[in-house]
């Protein structure tokens, strides 16, 4: 292709730094696709390249491009300044961009379409890119517990993180102990609101289990007691299947679980099993309250 027709996509995503949001990718997929539809060949300068379209960023050289363009964030002059200076021979396009006060780099671009500056307000291009929902997993741990000695805890959530890794899912921390709240939840609402959002729960935790079926929400349960102990029990005694203990669990038969726990079938099957609970639940209140009598 004619190297008028080659552009390198550049910005924050370009240097090694922890600083790129899920929007400053949006954006980017949104400058690559406005510029292949309009005929153009595009390379993404990342530090560590990891898909085909993607280039070492310090290799670049502007001979083997028709223009640079520089998505997303504010044109400050940290960590910038030397790269855009580089490709001064070529057209240098600034998209989606913020003008701020300081350490500006305005005059370092042929073009500026910015997103804010004191006299532009534009849309941010993030919103141009569709993505597609994935599944929200809520993970609700135990920890360690001396009560029990022959727990593997740390061995549970590693299977879980290795499971995990293997299908597109968003992962989401919950924690259940009140009032000091690892999370920031502050309520008993706040513990069942946050459960009923998920798709699924992933637990090592009974009561985590417990929560999960009675918000509507399947959960996937491992009891880190290698034979099994209140966990396995009360799963047990409620009827859920997809429990298990870290002894009798493995990759295969976890990632089939998370897989059936995401069915439709399965919120059908939390609901169920909380009806029957409540069924059995009123023996235990009349021998409560003949106790009490």
Request: proline share 5%; aromatic share 6%.
């Amino acid at each position: 292709m004619d190297t008028k027709k080659r552009v390198l996509i550049s910005g924050w995503f370009s240097v090694d730094l922890p600083h790129n949001t899920a929007g400053d990718l949006l954006a980017k997929q949104s400058a690559i696709s406005w510029a292949q539809d309009a005929g153009f060949e595009c390379s993404v300068a990342v530090a560590r390249p990891m898909a085909d379209n993607e280039v070492v960023t310090d290799e670049q050289v502007p001979d083997n491009y028709g223009a640079l363009v520089f998505v997303c964030g504010p044109l400050t002059e940290s960590h910038l300044l030397h790269f855009v200076k580089k490709f001064s021979s070529i057209k240098r396009i600034a998209l989606n961009v913020s003008i701020v006060e300081t350490s500006d780099l305005s005059a370092e671009f042929d073009v500026i379409i910015p997103r804010d500056s004191p006299e532009v307000f534009n849309p941010d291009i993030s919103l141009a890119t569709p993505s597609s929902p994935v599944p929200v997993v809520g993970l609700i741990y135990v920890g360690r517990q001396r009560e029990y000695p022959t727990q593997q805890h740390e061995a549970v959530e590693q299977l879980v993180d290795k499971v995990l890794n293997k299908i597109d899912a968003a992962r989401v921390m919950i924690d259940t102990r009140l009032p000091h709240n690892q999370y920031g939840l502050t309520s008993i609402d706040q513990v069942g609101s946050a459960i009923r959002k998920m798709d699924i729960v992933i637990t090592t935790r009974l009561h985590g289990a417990v929560l999960s079926l009675r918000n509507g929400t399947p959960p996937v349960v491992i009891d880190s007691v290698p034979g099994g102990a209140k966990v396995k029990r009360q799963m047990r005694t409620l009827d859920w299947p997809l429990a298990y203990t870290i002894k009798d669990v493995d990759e295969d038969r976890l990632l089939n679980a998370v897989k059936t726990a995401l069915r439709e079938s399965s919120k059908v099957k939390a609901i169920q099993v909380i009806k029957t609970a409540e069924e059995k639940l009123q023996t235990i209140r009349h021998t409560f309250t003949e106790a009490l009598s």
